[in-house]
């Protein structure tokens, strides 16, 4: 054993119990699968499974495998020590890439050597996705399985069914976590199919590489962002979709950086720890294994400043010890009445290690203030490292947030901009132009017919669908194209007016009700107002003012039989007014009389008038 082997089992007992308590251990397993025998190779799993295995490593995963084109026994086999290594693991993650099958609602893995000749195949030849939710179940705070396996599969075009009525699905199914804290994130939703992508890694392994690694990031909000990714890189084709669920509290892949809140430890931590591990022992051991372990750098440089320091006290020691020698030789000396010359021999070498002594003392001060000053140079480099480290994290939080909310605004307005464009769009669409006259098959009245429905439904047209394209259709048309904007003729049925017509969601037309009713939905419905209260002009409820009393038809009767009898009295004789002139003078006429122009027969002529009695 070497001099320094204490001090190293020291130094390796103190880290030990000074070091950072052990962290939460994270497990994932990356399977690619590209190198199909049965069927054309696939691009991009195996570079995706690298990828991502990178992604887990670099997030600081305890332990990552990758394999890559699996057969049947080696997919079950790397499943199996997988679950041997979750069992005191607390994030379990499983990531595979490559073709998958759902066969009457259960979904299965398919390995590299599968040929699936027939659907019976499939519960010999494949894995069951089940068997990856068992090899994640033990993990204590998440089991996340990711499967970019919803390629379109070219093997459920070539098997050959044993039963017609097997349900072979286009794409994976929908499956339901049984064990909690467990998430299942499928690259497309289930029953459709995802992109394997033109460039060299598939559209959901590059969003699932930019997103989940992110510092503090949820799971759930960023599959969130995977997903937006997705649909924008694919032309809104791929929908990615997550099943299961977790609880209340943030589960993020990779946690969040602290916030420094004062001087921060240097990149050399571990160099700063065992320096001050040997500063504390303040032996020449400790100082000398401290730098047979770091022979160079900034912390080398002060244990060596150290070591000086110590070495100087030794000498100090040294020389006094010499000096304590050198008088008591001394006093012996005077004591044995020595002779003189030995005395001064004495007495010389007493003030010459006297000397050496205060020169020693000398130098040790020099050293100690030489270290002090190192020490104090090497506390100013720690705090202005860790300034520059919290300057450079808040930067690096700055720019971060500002970047996260640049890009969220950025995509908001483009997903604006493309609904209202989508929406301008629909609204600009118009029907396809179809000739006026019926189509061969439809006749002009079942034209009529179809036209005057839509006038019906529309609340254009209060008559009869009888296919007559009479003067009332033809009004209810007019009305149509007043309320509607358009201008279509009158005279006659057409598919414009149809199509046109069709388009309208409601009642175009207003409804129009007659005195004493009221519009109720699309019909009229009679006003009934209260007692005391009538219909008035305006066709609302009104109070019904007082009337004088009036004669009743029996006052007025004895009235009535007098007047009668009065007109049915023969008329007495009256003097008419008139007169009668002759030779003898004039008279009234009688009464009965009256006076008549009496009419010469040989003349022609009239004569006098003469008075004519009955």
Known sequence: MSRFGPFALLIFAVLLACGPAHAEKRVALVIGNSAYKSVPRLTNPANDATLVGGMFKNAGFDNVEVRLDLNAADMRRSLREFAGRTR?????????????????????????????????????????????????????????????????????KTMKRTVASR??????????????????????????????????????????????????????KAFGFVRDDVLKNTGYKQEPYVYGSLGGDDVPLVAAKPVATGPQASPDSEIRRDYELALQLGTREGWTA????????????????????IAAEETRTAAADKARQAEEEKARLAVDRAKKAEQDKAAAAAKAAEDAQLAAEKAKQVEE??????????????????????????AEKALADKIANDKAASELAARQAAEKKAQADSEQKVAAVAPTQSPPGLSPQETAKLV????????????????????????????????????FDTKLASFDALDALKSKQGRVCPLVCERGFKADGDACVKITCRAGYRVNDDNECEKVQDKKPVATREDAKPRDDER?????????????????????????????????????RVTGGTGQPTEVCN
Request: a neutral charge; hydrophobic letters at 40%; aromatic letters at 6%.
């Open 369 to 394: 203030a030489k270290a002090a000053a190192a020490e104090q140079r090497r506390k100013d480099a720690e705090a202005a490292v860790a300034k520059a480290l919290a300057d450079k994290q808040a």
């Open 88 to 156: 005191d693991a607390q994030v379990a993650v499983i990531y595979y890439a490559g073709h998958g099958i759902e066969l009457d609602g259960t979904n299965y893995l398919i390995p590299t050597d599968a040929a699936l000749e027939t659907d019976g195949d499939v519960l010999d030849e494949t894995v069951a996705l089940d068997r990856a939710l068992f090899a994640v179940e033990p993990a204590k705070q998440l089991r996340l399985v990711i499967l970019d396996a919803c390629r379109d599969n070219p093997f459920a």
């Open 167 to 220: 349900a072979i699905g286009r794409g994976l199914a929908k499956v339901e976590a049984t064990s909690p804290n467990t998430m299942i994130a499928f690259a497309a939703k289930a029953g459709s199919t995802a992109s394997d992508g033109d460039s060299k890694n598939s559209p959901f392994a590059a969003a699932l590489v930019e997103r989940l690694p992110t510092p503090g990031l949820d799971l759930r």
């Open 564 to 600: 009668k009898k009065v007109e049915a009295a023969p008329s007495k004789p009256q003097a008419t007014g008139q007169m009668i002139c002759g030779m003898a003078g004039c008279r009234p006429i009688k009464p009965g009389c009256r006076l008549q122009e009496y009419q010469q």
């Open 452 to 487: 005057q429905s839509e006038l019906r439904r529309v609340g254009c047209l209060t008559g009869a669908s009888d296919g007559e394209w009479n003067a009332s259709a033809q009004r209810s048309l007019t009305l149509f194209n007043k309320h509607a904007g358009t201008k």
């Open 290 to 309: 401290f730098l047979n372990r770091f022979p160079s750098g900034f912390y080398t440089d002060l244990a060596k400043g150290q070591l000086n320091k």
